[in-house]
Protein backbone atom coordinates (compact mmCIF):
# COMPACT_ATOMS: atom_id res chain seq x y z
CA UNK A 1 0.00 0.00 0.00
CA UNK A 2 1.04 3.50 -1.24
CA UNK A 3 0.54 6.55 0.85
CA UNK A 4 0.78 9.86 -0.47
CA UNK A 5 -0.05 13.37 0.92
CA UNK A 6 -1.56 16.03 -1.50
CA UNK A 7 -1.40 19.71 -0.17
CA UNK A 8 -1.56 20.26 3.23
CA UNK A 9 -4.14 18.50 4.58
CA UNK A 10 -4.88 15.66 2.52
CA UNK A 11 -3.37 12.08 2.51
CA UNK A 12 -4.00 9.50 0.23
CA UNK A 13 -3.73 5.59 0.92
CA UNK A 14 -3.23 2.99 -2.33
CA UNK A 15 -4.13 -0.38 -1.03
CA UNK A 16 -3.55 -3.10 -3.68
CA UNK A 17 -4.59 -6.56 -4.48
CA UNK A 18 -6.46 -8.02 -1.76
CA UNK A 19 -7.32 -7.08 1.20
CA UNK A 20 -8.83 -9.51 3.53
CA UNK A 21 -8.37 -10.63 7.31
CA UNK A 22 -5.38 -12.21 6.02
CA UNK A 23 -3.38 -8.59 5.89
CA UNK A 24 -5.80 -6.41 7.26
CA UNK A 25 -3.44 -4.93 10.38
CA UNK A 26 -1.20 -3.16 8.39
CA UNK A 27 -3.50 -1.23 6.30
CA UNK A 28 -5.94 -0.99 9.30
CA UNK A 29 -2.86 0.39 11.39
CA UNK A 30 -1.38 2.69 8.87
CA UNK A 31 -5.54 4.03 8.61
CA UNK A 32 -5.83 4.40 12.36
CA UNK A 33 -2.40 6.17 12.66
CA UNK A 34 -3.30 8.66 10.28
CA UNK A 35 -6.69 9.59 10.85
CA UNK A 36 -5.47 10.17 14.51
CA UNK A 37 -2.65 12.40 13.28
CA UNK A 38 -3.83 16.27 13.81
CA UNK A 39 -1.26 16.34 10.66
CA UNK A 40 -4.32 15.54 8.11
CA UNK A 41 -7.91 16.68 8.03
CA UNK A 42 -9.19 15.02 4.79
CA UNK A 43 -8.40 11.24 4.13
CA UNK A 44 -8.59 9.67 0.89
CA UNK A 45 -8.89 5.61 -0.06
CA UNK A 46 -8.23 5.34 -3.61
CA UNK A 47 -9.41 1.46 -4.42
CA UNK A 48 -8.53 1.73 -8.08
CA UNK A 49 -5.51 -1.19 -7.72
CA UNK A 50 -7.68 -3.66 -5.36
CA UNK A 51 -8.98 -6.55 -7.13
CA UNK A 52 -11.00 -8.40 -3.83
CA UNK A 53 -12.19 -7.06 -0.70
CA UNK A 54 -13.39 -8.93 2.24
CA UNK A 55 -15.16 -8.20 5.20
CA UNK A 56 -12.47 -7.27 7.39
CA UNK A 57 -11.12 -5.21 4.60
CA UNK A 58 -14.70 -3.36 4.78
CA UNK A 59 -15.04 -3.13 8.43
CA UNK A 60 -11.29 -1.62 8.32
CA UNK A 61 -12.79 1.10 5.94
CA UNK A 62 -15.81 1.56 8.11
CA UNK A 63 -13.94 2.02 11.09
CA UNK A 64 -11.35 4.50 9.75
CA UNK A 65 -14.24 5.89 8.51
CA UNK A 66 -16.24 6.17 12.48
CA UNK A 67 -12.73 7.52 13.61
CA UNK A 68 -12.54 10.54 11.32
CA UNK A 69 -16.43 11.42 11.68
CA UNK A 70 -15.69 11.48 15.81
CA UNK A 71 -12.46 13.49 14.93
CA UNK A 72 -14.55 16.39 12.98
CA UNK A 73 -12.11 14.95 10.01
CA UNK A 74 -13.42 13.90 6.28
CA UNK A 75 -12.57 10.19 5.23
CA UNK A 76 -13.50 9.72 1.24
CA UNK A 77 -13.27 6.60 -0.95
CA UNK A 78 -12.59 7.01 -4.90
CA UNK A 79 -11.94 4.54 -7.98
CA UNK A 80 -13.85 1.73 -6.73
CA UNK A 81 -13.72 -1.00 -9.33
CA UNK A 82 -17.20 -2.69 -10.38
CA UNK A 83 -16.11 -6.23 -8.71
CA UNK A 84 -15.10 -4.63 -5.54
CA UNK A 85 -17.81 -1.64 -5.80
CA UNK A 86 -20.88 -4.15 -5.49
CA UNK A 87 -19.80 -4.96 -1.96
CA UNK A 88 -20.34 -1.35 -0.86
CA UNK A 89 -23.89 -1.34 -2.66
CA UNK A 90 -24.97 -4.79 -1.08
CA UNK A 91 -24.38 -3.74 2.33
CA UNK A 92 -25.59 -0.18 1.63
CA UNK A 93 -22.39 1.81 2.59
CA UNK A 94 -22.59 3.46 -0.84
CA UNK A 95 -24.92 5.19 0.59
CA UNK A 96 -23.28 6.30 4.10
CA UNK A 97 -19.56 6.60 2.97
CA UNK A 98 -18.57 9.45 0.75
CA UNK A 99 -17.87 7.71 -2.81
CA UNK A 100 -16.07 9.46 -5.98
CA UNK A 101 -15.49 8.25 -9.18
CA UNK A 102 -11.84 9.57 -9.21
CA UNK A 103 -9.30 11.13 -7.16
CA UNK A 104 -10.35 14.16 -9.24
CA UNK A 105 -13.43 14.81 -8.01
CA UNK A 106 -12.78 14.97 -4.62
CA UNK A 107 -9.84 17.31 -5.10
CA UNK A 108 -12.51 19.86 -6.93
CA UNK A 109 -14.57 19.57 -3.85
CA UNK A 110 -11.74 20.24 -1.68
CA UNK A 111 -10.37 23.12 -3.32
CA UNK A 112 -14.15 24.69 -3.68
CA UNK A 113 -14.12 23.76 0.04
CA UNK A 114 -10.79 25.39 0.81
CA UNK A 115 -12.01 28.74 -1.24
CA UNK A 116 -15.08 28.79 0.94
Avoid: W
Amino acid sequence: MRSNTIGSQIVTFEPSGYITAANINNFQEKLTLAVKSSEFKVFLVDMSRVEFLDSAGLMALVSAFRLSQSLGKSFNICAIPASVKIIFELTQLDRVLNIYKSREELEIRDDQLVAA
